[in-house]
């Protein structure tokens, strides 16, 4: 007995006076969001006798889900060709090609109307649970979780992950975790990263990829809530990529925000990092015409509403209040007339309309939309099981990658591939694995 009492006063001695006890699980599954969910229920259903884990280190779960989309949860998108799918992803398209054939948009639709969440498209392709509320999303995840017995630990950040023999170990600040594999979603987690780094993998470092442009400029200052489509374009006087978008702009009181530019954000995310975010920018707001047909509009406008003011109606189907900012802009009188315009204004005017270059001096992002470029090198991920090439029994998913998406729907679709594939792989080796036994 007190050779018993003796051997537990080491072990306290240890861990300085704190039982550290040891759990057992089959898959440990770093990360409570969107990812970590949507593979530990796919895992659970494709074999109900393994125990799952998911290890939580804040004391919420499906943070991001529930803020995303305004609060609806913009679940997927609906492009139904994987090709197309795989071109809306500046980090990783080539890469997700050979896993949008395995599970993608049809996928996502059919999986969440077999739980009871039907969803829906809207104009843009972006799509929502009809509910339009993320709790529906939120509320899905949590009832099969449980149904399903797979146990949820929150405020259990993760300290440190090593590999014994052929066993992870898992330390957390409450206990320690032992499993066969394990699975990281937690996202752009760079403390994660780090312990990721020590097991020898590649991490390639945080760059924001969805962000506004900050422009301090006359034309743009007194108009924020101003919405218009338009074509922006990066002026490539300090880079060599060819960076342009096209698609809804916003004018808000920073800059210049809305998916034109989000998209245009995403792709030159690197590039415009390495400017610091110093540049110009070329916005055509009327994107389907150029500057020399523009100018032949305004001269046959010129000659049919000679006798009314130039900025009392706005034409060429652009915001009042923005056709107002580039007339003055162009040198035109709030009162001047369209048969008083002289040929150099009308000129200038087409020159704005079609051309109006606009400085960038710095980006603004938003919490709950934060995207980043960077994460794990894909170079060493197998995509067909989603494993790591480094260590075997050790799986992704979700933005812990280096992939990102643009805004609407996508970075999500990426987690739910990746989440489906890695629940796949785990229960066909862990299938074959019985069979061996057996044998």
């Known amino acids: ?115 009871g969440v039907p ?137 210049l925000s809305g998916p034109a530019i989000l998209k245009l954000s995403a792709w030159g995310a690197i590039d415009l990092y390495h400017l610091n975010y110093q540049f110009k920018i070329k916005v055509n707001w009327i994107p389907s015409e150029k500057r020399e047909a523009v100018l032949e509009k305004l001269k046959d406008l010129k000659e049919v509403n000679s006798k009314q003011s130039v900025l009392k109606y706005a034409q060429l189907e652009v915001p009042k209040r923005l056709w107002q900012s580039l007339a003055i802009s162009s040198g035109i009188e709030e009162t001047q007339k369209w048969a008083e315009t002289t040929n150099k204004q009308l000129q200038e005017l087409a020159l704005q309309l079609t051309n109006s270059v606009l400085q960038v001096d710095g980006k603004s992002t938003f919490k709950e939309e934060f995207v980043t470029a960077g994460g794990i090198d894909l170079k060493e991920i197998n995509f067909k099981r989603y494993e790591s090439k480094v260590h075997k029994d050790l799986f992704f998913a979700g933005e812990v990658l280096n992939i990102d998406a643009i805004t609407g729907g996508f970075n999500f679709q990426n987690a739910w591939t990746g989440g489906y594939i890695v629940a796949k792989s785990i229960a066909e080796l862990r299938f074959h694995s019985e069979l061996k036994k057996n044998d």
């Open 1 to 115: 007995m007190q050779d018993i009492k003796d051997t537990l006063a080491t072990c306290i001695e240890i861990v300085n006076k704190k039982i550290i006890l040891i759990i057992e699980a089959d898959v440990i599954i770093v990360g409570g969001g969107a990812a970590g969910f949507f593979t530990a229920i796919n895992l659970a259903e494709n074999n109900s006798t393994l125990k799952v884990i998911i290890l939580e280190r804040s004391s919420e779960v499906l943070t991001k889900v529930r803020i995303s989309g305004g609060g609806r949860c913009n679940v997927t998108h609906a492009e139904f060709a994987s090709k197309d799918l795989s071109q809306n992803y500046p980090r990783g398209e080539k890469e997700l090609l050979g896993p949008f054939h395995t599970f993608m948009t049809g996928d996502t639709i059919e999986w969440f109307e077999k739980k």
């Open 119 to 255: 969803l829906k498209i809207e104009k843009d392709g972006r799509m929502f649970p009809e509910s339009n509320s993320s709790k529906t999303i939120i509320d899905c995840f949590l009832n099969e979780a449980e149904r399903l017995h797979v146990e949820v630990l929150k405020q259990h950040p993760v300290k440190s992950i090593q590999k014994e023999e052929n066993e992870w170990i898992v330390e957390t600040e409450q206990n320690n975790f032992k499993a066969k594999k394990i699975v990281i979603a937690t996202g752009s987690n760079v403390k994660i990263w780090k312990l990721l780094s020590d097991l020898g993998h590649t991490i390639l470092p945080p760059i924001p990829s969805l962000f506004t442009f900050n422009i301090k400029d006359n034309r743009i200052k007194e108009l924020p809530g101003i919405a218009t489509n338009a074509s922006v374009s990066v002026l490539p006087e300090n880079h060599k990529t060819q960076l342009e978008s096209e698609g809804p702009l916003l004018i808000t009181h920073w800059g």
